[in-house]
């Protein structure tokens, strides 16, 4: 592990500046192809959305386990919680404005896959890490990557931890006001390799309990995703083939992936 790399925190307002974007793409091109991962901050979403939304994860994994059941529920169009809502509506037009720059980024229109972007889906998850008394035994979440094309996160206390391209590891820090941007599988696949997903995993603090949520943004279930023939050429042959998350889900079902 490498806990002295600085990790990249991009300053995302200077993009509403036509003469300080380009210079905002390439901050975003770098991190993308070094490590699938950077912070924003002034990304115009409010503190506090932020600070709501975990108040309001800590309250509900604080209630006794009674009344969390009575807050069950498999239907995933029931109405989540006011200030839960604030935030996964916020990040769900950042992530928009995100997904146009890394297109735009990879030399594509601003503009690929709109439509499909538009109707694909939001997944919130919401984890709690409680503390540990020998964290070095144990591991919050074990070390995997994404499957959709961006993970937008937020975490109340550090201990999410990211690869780069030397199988490192890093801790990322928190950082006031900051979201975690992941590229996740169908970046990679888009991107022709360009762009990898970025390995992450999740570790146990001592003393205290840690809250994350992910913004988990993906395309449709159907929707088959392949590498952008703009993207593939003699230095670039076609390095993935065309599949939807359907078909991946259907795969891992009939597959042990422990063993693989």
């Given at each position: 592990m490498n806990p002295s790399t600085t990790l990249p925190v991009i300053d995302v307002f200077s993009l509403h500046n036509p003469s300080l974007r380009p210079r905002v793409i390439d901050e975003i091109q770098l991190a993308c192809k070094e490590l699938g991962f950077f912070q924003v901050i002034n990304h115009g979403i409010p503190s506090t959305y932020i600070n709501g939304a975990i108040d309001t994860a800590t309250e509900f994994f604080n209630l006794p386990s009674e009344e969390k059941m009575h807050l069950a529920s498999a239907d995933v169009h029931k109405p989540?919680?006011?200030k839960m809502g604030n935030y996964a509506k916020a990040v769900q037009a950042l992530q928009k404005?995100?997904?146009?720059?890394?297109?735009?980024?990879?030399?594509?229109?601003?503009?690929?896959?709109?439509e499909e972007i538009e109707e694909g889906s939001q997944v919130m998850a919401v984890n709690c890490y409680p503390a540990c008394p020998e964290p070095?035994?144990?591991?919050?979440?074990?070390?995997?990557?994404d499957y959709g094309y961006l993970t937008i996160l937020i975490q109340s206390q550090p201990g999410?931890?990211?690869?780069?391209?030397?199988?490192?590891?890093h801790p990322v820090p928190v950082i006031e006001?900051?979201?975690?941007?992941?590229?996740?599988?169908?970046?990679?696949?888009?991107?022709?390799?360009r762009y990898e997903s970025v390995l992450h995993r999740a570790t146990l603090n001592k003393e205290r309990t840690r809250i994350s949520i992910a913004s988990?943004?993906?395309?449709?279930?159907?929707?088959?995703?392949?590498?952008?023939?703009?993207?593939?050429?003699?230095e670039h042959p076609l390095a993935y083939n065309e599949g939807s998350f359907r078909g991946f889900l259907d795969h891992i079902s009939g597959n042990d992936i422990t063993k693989q």
């Amino acid at each position: 592990m490498n806990p002295s790399t600085t990790l990249p925190v991009i300053d995302v307002f200077s993009l509403h500046n036509p003469s300080l974007r380009p210079r905002v793409i390439d901050e975003i091109q770098l991190a993308c192809k070094e490590l699938g991962f950077f912070q924003v901050i002034n990304h115009g979403i409010p503190s506090t959305y932020i600070n709501g939304a975990i108040d309001t994860a800590t309250e509900f994994f604080n209630l006794p386990s009674e009344e969390k059941m009575h807050l069950a529920s498999a239907d995933v169009h029931k109405p989540v919680r006011e200030k839960m809502g604030n935030y996964a509506k916020a990040v769900q037009a950042l992530q928009k404005q995100l997904m146009e720059v890394v297109l735009e980024s990879l030399g594509l229109k601003t503009d690929y896959l709109h439509e499909e972007i538009e109707e694909g889906s939001q997944v919130m998850a919401v984890n709690c890490y409680p503390a540990c008394p020998e964290p070095d035994l144990a591991l919050g979440m074990p070390p995997h990557s994404d499957y959709g094309y961006l993970t937008i996160l937020i975490q109340s206390q550090p201990g999410l931890q990211i690869m780069d391209n030397n199988n490192n590891w890093h801790p990322v820090p928190v950082i006031e006001g900051a979201l975690l941007v992941q590229l996740g599988d169908q970046i990679e696949v888009m991107s022709n390799g360009r762009y990898e997903s970025v390995l992450h995993r999740a570790t146990l603090n001592k003393e205290r309990t840690r809250i994350s949520i992910a913004s988990l943004h993906s395309l449709s279930l159907e929707k088959k995703v392949g590498p952008a023939p703009q993207l593939v050429d003699e230095e670039h042959p076609l390095a993935y083939n065309e599949g939807s998350f359907r078909g991946f889900l259907d795969h891992i079902s009939g597959n042990d992936i422990t063993k693989q």
